[in-house]
C-alpha cells in the first residue's frame, strides 16, 4: 500500500514542480491568446502580401490583385481557425481525460490521495505536518480544483478553449490581412509591388514591438526579430 502510493506519488511530486511558478511579471497567462493572435496575424500579413505581389508581378488589374487578396484573406482566416481548433481541442480532451481521471481516484482513495497532495507540498519545502494542514485545508476548500493545480498543473480557471482560440486567429488574421489590402488602395497606379512591400515590412515591425510589449520582452528587439525572420523566410508558418 505504501509502496504503491509512493510509485503513485513520485512522478505527481515533479510534475507538480514543473508546472509551479509562473515568471515574475505574471505574463504568462496571456500566452493562450497572445500566441494565437501573434500567430495568426503575422502569417495574414506575409501570406495575403506575397499573394498580391504575385499577382500584381504577372501585370494584373488592381481589381485582379484587390481579389486574390479578399481570397487570401478568407482562406487564411478560415484555415486559422480550422487549425487552431484543432490544435486545442486536442489539448482540452487531454486536460479533460486528467480531470476525469482525477475525479475517479478522489472518489476511489480518497485517503491516499490527500496523502498524496501533502507530500506535493512536503517537496516544495513544507515539513510534514504542515503539508498535511495544508493538504487538509486546501481539500476541504476545493479538494478537485487543488488535485489539478499542484498536482497536474492544470489551472481550472484557463483551461483551453478551442472555440475561443479559433475565432481569435480567425479574426486577428483578417484583421491584418487587411494592411497589404489598404496599401494597394492607395498606391499609385505604378508603385503597387513596392508599397504593398514596405507597408507590410512595416506592419510586421509593429506587430512584433506590439507582441513583445504584451509580452513583457523588449520592443525593439522583438520588433526586428519578426521584421527579419520573416523578411528572410517568408512562408515559415
Ligand atoms: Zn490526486
Redesign the pocket.
Same mark, same amino acid.
Given at each position: 500500500m505504501a509502496k504503491a502510493l509512493l510509485t503513485h506519488s513520485t512522478p505527481?511530486v515533479s510534475k507538480a514542480t514543473t508546472a509551479a511558478a509562473p515568471p515574475e511579471g505574471h505574463r504568462s497567462g496571456r500566452a493562450g491568446w497572445l500566441r494565437a493572435a501573434v500567430l495568426g496575424s503575422d502569417d495574414a500579413i506575409v501570406s495575403t502580401a506575397s499573394l498580391m505581389i504575385g499577382v500584381a508581378a504577372a501585370s494584373a488589374s488592381k481589381r485582379a490583385i484587390l481579389v486574390a487578396g479578399v481570397a487570401g484573406l478568407v482562406a487564411g482566416s478560415m484555415s486559422m481557425a480550422v487549425g487552431e481548433y484543432v490544435s486545442v481541442s486536442s489539448q482540452r480532451d487531454a486536460e479533460q481525460a486528467d480531470i476525469a481521471l $482525477?475525479t475517479g481516484? %478522489?472518489a476511489n482513495q480518497p485517503d491516499a490521495?490527500l496523502e $498524496? %497532495?501533502a507530500m506535493i507540498y512536503e517537496g516544495r519545502g513544507l515539513d510534514h505536518d504542515l503539508a498535511t494542514q495544508v493538504a487538509v485545508q486546501l481539500s476541504a476548500h476545493d479538494r478537485l480544483g487543488a488535485?489539478l493545480q499542484d $498536482?497536474?498543473g492544470i489551472k481550472p480557471s484557463s483551461l483551453a478553449r478551442p472555440l475561443q482560440a479559433a475565432w481569435i486567429s480567425a479574426a486577428s488574421f483578417a484583421s491584418f490581412a487587411i494592411i497589404p489590402l489598404a496599401a494597394l488602395l492607395v498606391a499609385p497606379a505604378t508603385l503597387q509591388i513596392p508599397v504593398i512591400a514596405v507597408v507590410s515590412l512595416a506592419g510586421l515591425a509593429a506587430l512584433g514591438a506590439f507582441g513583445g510589449h504584451l509580452g513583457g520582452a523588449p520592443r525593439g528587439r522583438a520588433a526586428l526579430r519578426v521584421f527579419i525572420d520573416r523578411a528572410h523566410n517568408p512562408f515559415k508558418s
Open positions: 505527481a $482525477e481516484e %478522489l490521495e $498524496e %497532495l488535485h $498536482e497536474l
